[in-house]
């Protein structure tokens, strides 16, 4: 089972699912920190539609990081063009969960 928690204007939200039972929302990745929020009705843009194009998906990563997949090239040169964006920085559609993380919707 893993454990995500959100931070949503200053209020955690805490999802746990196993990995294999999540239903792919078809934005983003599969497995993806955007797949996860929408599965949990947690409201995390994606403009682009989970297509690395924009960086309305930015999250800011408060713990765990080593719980997410490496970051790719695309995703880094989308990321360097974000508002905001710090060394915890990643697109959530691009992110796939691994393990417990807490991350911030910036
Ligand atoms: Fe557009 Fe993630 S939703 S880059």
Redesign the pocket.
């Known amino acids: 089972m893993i454990r995500v928690t959100f931070i949503v204007d200053g209020e955690e939200k805490v999802v746990q699912f196993e990995p294999a039972a999540l239903e792919y929302r078809r934005?983003?990745r599969p497995g993806s920190l955007?797949d996860v929020a929408l599965n949990f009705d947690i409201p995390l843009?994606?403009?682009?539609?989970?297509?690395?194009?924009?960086?309305?998906?930015h999250i800011i990563v408060r713990q765990g990081m080593s719980n997410l997949s490496d970051m790719e090239d695309e995703e880094a040169d989308?990321l360097d063009t974000a508002w905001d964006v710090t060394p915890d920085s990643r697109?959530?559609?691009?992110a796939i969960v691994k393990g417990d993380l807490v991350c911030e919707l910036p």
């Open positions: 934005h983003g955007l843009e994606h403009a682009c539609g989970g297509n690395c194009a924009c960086t309305t998906c989308r697109l959530a559609c691009q």
